[in-house]
């Protein structure tokens, strides 16, 4: 039974996350040339509006009056699809999300979730990754060698990462009891689990840099080797696709970060007033954004090879014995009482310091051979 | 209550409507003076030479390999990890099996110079 | 540290006898080697004598005397003075063995001088065109070779002094473009003979490798028009995925004949014009030429006239290095911020040329025998609240937030090695010289203007990479600190002109080759006079030209990664590469 009223709400609800994540898109912009410009000594963009508030318009104004161009040799039809491609799926993760419990809307219930559904990780995992075909069908359908180069890397790095993340999200189902995203949030209640598993949530924060294409792991469009890479060939529209999909993906997987492991809608009185929900779950993102940006001004390159290992040899291992050592925790907790639990975070931070020095044992040896 | 996935269905419906439709408005309201110079391919300016889509050596194909391999078994640990605790403790325990199975196949991958670029 | 300077005076040729004479002309020094015995005697010149550096190979047309002359100029990487070799050739057909086997670094100046004027040297193993396109006719710096428009051989034009009916040569072509095609061309058919050659000096495209999987190579043309590549160079480059197979650098996409303009101009009008070589350091451009010229007319510098000298090299030489650290970290992937940290001590440093000089990049500032204006106490109390206090913070600033940060140490240690043997092998000069390894400084080794009055070290690195070529940038900041602290504590009042400053210097017959440590490297000016009031011939020892030789086996085998550091770890400036 499908009613009317509920197909509304649930309309009105999906525009609202879709426009919001536009928004976003497009203020992120300009949020992230602000900041970039301070950190730079520089003043950033200022002259469209009050503070520059108008420079996403300008800017949408001029992609949207820009030429479209198609190269001769391009195959057609996919380079146009590839863009599509890429920003549909950075736009479905955002489905899933929960940005709040229930409030009262005109004397309804409504849910802050669009679709509260109970494989949510796993539809995380699986949309996340298809993001990165619209990057090798941009590269490959341009026919041009930067742009295939690019291609290329962006195959590389989600090879490298997408073992780290998923095994990241193991953590989050073993802390949580549920695949269920509201259920996760909920089971944050007593303690976020950044507290219970910092280890992972930083090993989380960083594969998501590399999930979204951010310095220091921007290397499919690593300008200063691949001229811009994958969308070397991409102008007007197209290229702004490309654009919008990289940093609404970029709110997306703060988001999802926020709710997996920083406590997503929680906040002090939420339980008296549940439209705080949004708010928290914005006021966190701008934070985790913030350090995005911050991290895009500091840190140079890494090169593609050295990336391949640090996922491979550095995360995976590290993961998967936070997994051992997560797992072993609770089962400890469960069997013994629940102080254990604090053995988690202690014992992780232990590995995490391990695996800190073994990197630098070795990067160390790696260079005084050299000499 | 519906079944949410009929939700998440149409949500990918009105998703892809966006770009298109941004494409299609791009179309129609941009400038259309297409010439060959233009449609060239970008290769700093020169006429690019040879062909762009070759047998591109892909130097880390071990690695997708064996990112095959793990992946699927990483998809594996969902619903041991949910379960685990509700379970007993002989369940537990196989998973803790299982992941040093996994770790010894990575410790082999990697003894192997499989991590290695070609 | 002084590099001894050995002082014994050579007679070459007692040792060569019958191949190599004394040059004997009014003005001139150095010997005359005959032309079939070139290569045995540069072999036994770098073996036997220790010249293991060639320093500039160029060529002069006497037309007069219907001779073509190939000029040598080596040195002792152990320091001292040099040595100055000529091989004549007559006009109609010059050919002399080339000295690539001997000195690699002999590579690229052998093509210019085929390339403007025309010598061939045999056995080059690539000798075609370097600097102007591969469709050229004739070689620009013969004497005889007339660009379009022209007026006359030197300035003034009488068209523009005294009668100054000045019109633009462009006004009088109805296309308001100054090219002319050769008769039956056309541009659009034309397919360059050059690209063939390039293309095909690269490694062959496909490649099986163990496992029998069959890869292609690309080719990949980085540059002209690509961020990273400093300007308008480009480099054609063979890929095996990833790995570069072979590179091929071509220039002159900013090609201007310096030298014709230069040999066209007065002496004084020739100042400005080398401002625009490496536009980042007017102030040391300015020092060379006007080092060459001096030593042509003989002039002394006055003494505060040096200290001032000094001061603005040293200032250069900080900014410049402060740029290229700053840039450095861009091309690994930094998105601007060091850079602009980078920029905000160049201002200040500007701010300085602007004071003395009323212009900040072409500064312009420099005169024979003097500079263009004193140096007021105020601007003496700016330079040393920098000297002392600000710049001596921002190095350490700079050294404490780059040099142990792990992805510049792991991108940059052990790529892009260049032993010391190859760096000095192909004449590389200047910073990246020493960070090989070899504590080469003309500075120290053979000093001009006053340096040898100033207690500082040659800095120096041992492994020749990119990481040892970043640090030793900053190992230089601070030794410039040092020289500058001094020369700002010392500088004595005085005139700053020596006579009477004059807009037409007359030169005595005769050559000279000023030298001196640019920030980039081992910058000469090989000036050629006939008594009048132009130089006969002018060129230009650029060593971001000289220092790309050994790009190339810096860059093969490595990623294209690292290809942009590695080039941008050598410091190049395209307005200096191309002249």
Redesign the interface.
């Known amino acids: 039974?499908?009613d009317l009223a509920?197909v509304l709400e649930?309309v009105i609800k999906?525009?609202v996350v879709?426009f919001m994540l536009?928004g976003g898109f497009a203020y992120l912009t300009w949020f992230e040339r602000r900041i970039?410009a301070r950190?730079?000594?520089?003043v950033g963009p200022n002259r469209a509006g009050w503070q520059g508030l108008l420079q996403p318009v300008a800017d949408a104004v001029k992609?949207?009056?820009?030429?479209?161009?198609?190269?001769?040799?391009a195959d057609k039809v996919i380079f146009?699809l590839a863009?599509?491609l890429t920003?549909?799926p950075a736009?479905?993760l955002a489905?899933?999300i929960p940005f709040g419990t229930q409030v009262i809307l005109f004397g309804r219930q409504v849910n802050l979730a669009?679709?509260?559904?109970n494989v949510g990780?796993?539809?995380l995992m699986a949309v996340a990754s298809v993001a990165v075909y619209g990057i090798v069908l941009a590269g490959?359908s341009?026919?041009?060698?930067?742009a295939?180069?690019g291609g290329?890397r962006s195959?590389?790095q989600m090879?490298?990462y997408?073992?780290a993340l998923?095994?990241s999200?193991?953590l989050v189902?073993?802390m949580a009891?549920?695949?269920q995203l509201s259920e996760i949030v909920e089971a944050q209640r007593t303690m976020w689990f950044v507290v219970l598993q910092p280890v992972g949530a930083i090993v989380f924060l960083i594969v998501t840099l590399a999930e979204v294409n951010r310095?220091?792991f921007?290397m499919p469009e690593?300008?200063?080797?691949?001229?811009a890479g994958f969308h070397?060939?991409y102008s007007?529209?197209?290229f702004?696709?490309f654009f919008?999909a990289e940093y609404q993906k970029m709110i997306v997987i703060s988001i999802i970060a926020v709710t997996l492991f920083f406590g997503g809608y929680l906040g002090p009185f939420i339980g008296r007033f549940p439209w705080l929900g949004p708010v928290y779950v914005l006021g966190k993102v701008v934070a985790l954004l913030f350090g995005m940006v911050w991290i895009?001004?500091?840190?140079?390159?890494?090169?593609?090879?050295?990336l391949?290992?640090l996922g491979?040899?550095v995360l995976?291992?590290l993961v998967?014995g936070l997994?051992?050592i997560t797992?072993?925790g609770?089962?400890l907790a469960?069997e013994f009482g629940n102080s254990l639990v604090w053995s988690i975070p202690v014992v992780s931070i232990l590995a995490g310091f391990l695996t800190v020095g073994l990197v630098d044992r070795s990067?160390r040896r790696k260079?005084n051979a050299?000499? | 209550m519906p079944n949410p996935w009929v939700f998440i269905g149409l949500f990918i419906i009105i998703a892809a409507i966006i770009p298109i439709g941004a494409i299609v408005v791009a179309l129609i309201l941009g400038p259309k003076k297409p010439n060959p110079i233009k449609q060239s391919t970008y290769e700093c300016g020169l006429e690019t030479v040879g062909d762009s889509l070759v047998q591109f050596k892909a130097q880390y194909y071990v690695f997708a390999l064996a990112f095959l391999i793990f992946d699927v078994e990483a998809v594996f640990l969902f619903p041991w990890a949910i379960a685990m605790n509700k379970m007993p403790l002989y369940v537990a325990l196989e998973g803790v099996i299982f992941i040093v199975i996994l770790v010894a196949g990575l410790v082999y991958t990697w003894r192997k110079g499989a991590l290695e670029w070609v | 540290m002084t590099i001894p300077v050995s002082t014994e005076t050579l007679d070459l040729a007692a040792k060569f006898p019958g191949i190599v004479t004394p040059d004997e002309r009014e003005g001139y020094s150095g010997w005359i080697v005959k032309a079939d015995e070139l290569a045995a005697f540069a072999a036994s010149l770098r073996d036997d004598l220790g010249y293991d550096f060639l320093s500039s190979v160029t060529g002069v047309d006497y037309l007069p005397e219907k001779k073509l002359e190939v000029v040598y100029h080596v040195y002792k990487t152990t320091g001292g003075p040099g040595l100055v070799f000529k091989v004549q050739l007559p006009r109609k057909k010059p050919e002399v063995p080339s000295l690539t086997p001997v000195y690699p670094g002999a590579d690229f100046q052998e093509r210019e001088a085929w390339d403007l004027l025309g010598i061939k040297f045999t056995g080059h193993p690539d000798l075609r065109r370097i600097l102007m396109w591969e469709g050229f006719e004739g070689h620009p710096l013969r004497k005889d070779w007339k660009e379009p428009f022209y007026e006359e051989d030197i300035k003034p034009y009488s068209s523009r002094w005294p009668e100054g009916k000045h019109s633009y040569a462009e006004d009088r072509n109805p296309f308001n473009d100054n090219v002319q095609f050769p008769k039956q061309f056309d541009p659009e058919k034309w397919v360059p003979e050059g690209d063939a050659a390039l293309y095909g000096a690269l490694a062959e495209y496909r490649t099986t490798d163990e496992d029998g999987l069959d890869t292609d190579h690309i080719v990949v043309n980085m540059g002209p028009q690509h961020p990273s590549t400093h300007g308008v160079f480009r480099a054609v480059i063979t890929l095996d995925g990833e790995d570069i197979v072979s590179m091929k650098p071509v220039m002159g996409y900013l090609h201007r004949n310096h030298e014709k303009i230069g040999e066209r101009n007065t002496y004084l009008h020739n100042m400005p014009y080398t401002d625009r070589l490496d536009y980042f350091c007017s102030m040391t451009n300015n020092h060379g030429y006007a080092l060459a010229v001096e030593k042509l007319t003989g002039i002394e510098v006055p003494e505060r006239t040096e200290y001032i000298r000094v001061i603005m090299d040293e200032l250069t030489r900080i900014q410049n290095h402060f740029i290229l650290i700053g840039m450095l970290l861009n091309d690994l992937g930094a998105y601007f911020t060091p850079a602009l940290y980078a920029f905000e001590e160049r201002e200040l440093i500007l701010d300085i040329f602007e004071a003395v000089a009323g212009s900040r990049m072409m500064c312009n500032y420099f005169r024979f025998g003097g500079v263009a204006r004193d140096v007021t106490p105020e601007i003496l109390e700016k330079v040393s609240a920098l000297a002392f206090d600000r710049l001596p913070r921002k190095a350490d600033e700079f050294d404490r937030l780059l040099t142990e940060n792990e992805i510049l140490v792991s991108r940059c240690k052990g790529v892009g090695r260049l032993s010391s043997e190859d760096a000095i092998k192909y004449s590389m000069s200047g910073p990246s010289l020493r960070a090989s390894g070899v504590p080469y400084d003309i500075r120290k080794a053979d000093p001009y203007s006053i340096y040898d009055r100033f207690d500082f070290d040659v800095a120096v690195r041992y492994n020749g990479d990119t990481y040892d070529r970043y640090l030793i940038r900053l190992d230089e900041i601070r030794q410039s600190l040092r020289i500058l602290q001094q020369a700002i504590r010392q500088i004595p009042e005085g005139p700053i002109q020596t006579g009477k400053s004059t807009y037409l210097t007359k030169t005595p017959a005769g050559e000279s080759y000023g030298r001196i440590e640019a920030p980039k490297g081992e910058l000469g000016y090989y000036l050629v006079s006939n008594g009048t009031g132009n130089p006969w011939r002018y060129h230009v020892r650029a060593p971001s030209f000289i220092n790309i030789t050994a790009l190339e086996s810096m860059v093969v085998g490595g990623k294209i990664a690292d290809f942009v550091i590695v080039f941008g770890g050598i410091d190049v400036v395209l307005g200096e590469m191309d002249r």
């Open positions: 039974m499908i509920l649930w999906s525009l879709i536009l970039l950190m730079q000594t520089r992609l949207v009056f820009k030429e479209e161009l198609i190269p001769a040799r146009v863009p599509i920003v549909v736009t479905v489905v899933v669009v679709a509260d559904i990780i796993l539809f490959w341009s026919n041009n060698k930067f295939l180069m290329m195959t590389a090879i490298s997408e073992l998923g095994l999200f193991v189902a073993l009891d549920s695949l310095a220091p921007d690593a300008e200063q080797e691949l001229a070397s060939e007007g529209m197209k702004a696709l919008m895009r001004a500091t840190l140079p390159r890494i090169r593609y090879d050295r391949m290992d491979w040899k995976l291992p998967l997994v051992l797992a072993t609770i089962l469960d990067l260079f050299l000499r």
